[in-house]
């Protein structure tokens, strides 16, 4: 494929991706149909399920693009110290949930909240076992199976996300991610040093 169809290709998926989001903002994720989608994005049928197989694909596919984004993110602020030893990124997470905190809670009550909770369950266990494998030395064992530790980091980061929004953010991101960074850490440390 040459450099002008690849630009085509990524310009129909972004408008495809662009058009998912405004109809969520105007009515339920359940309600919203391929049509829709297609008439918004003024894309043909065909054209869709070339790139998609239906519109949980294209949310999954978006989360997707947006976690490639978080991650070169993430390694900007790796080299440049800003969170620390923190078991996972949440900071950023929390922030890119109050800044699109109606597009957060418009999903997951418009019915694509299971949807985009496990594209994101499967991202944060994946950053949490990374971050993990660089803070445990390669001759220490966790005291428990790491995939254990992973799916308890991310599921409790999502529910307090999830409350957070709930609650209408009554704390800032930094605020609610400093109390979750505190019980996940006091936790992360208590297994490194046992």
Known sequence: MNEKADRRVMRTKRALHQALMELILEKRYDKITI??????????????????????????????????ELNDHLQTSAHEG?????????????????VHHELYKAMLEGGGGDVLLEAARAHLKEDIQNHLDRLLPQTIEAELPMPVITSFLA???????VWWLDAERPYSPEEINCMFQKLAMDGVRNLLNS
């Open 82 to 98: 800003e969170e620390g030893d923190h078991v996972l990124h949440s900071l950023i997470f929390f922030r890119h949930a109050n």
């Open 35 to 68: 049509q829709d989608i297609i008439d918004r994005a003024n894309v043909g049928r065909s054209t869709f399920y070339a790139h998609f197989l239906d519109k949980e694909d294209l949310l999954v596919k978006g989360f997707a693009v947006f976690s490639n």
């Open 155 to 161: 599921g409790a980061m999502l529910s307090v996300l």
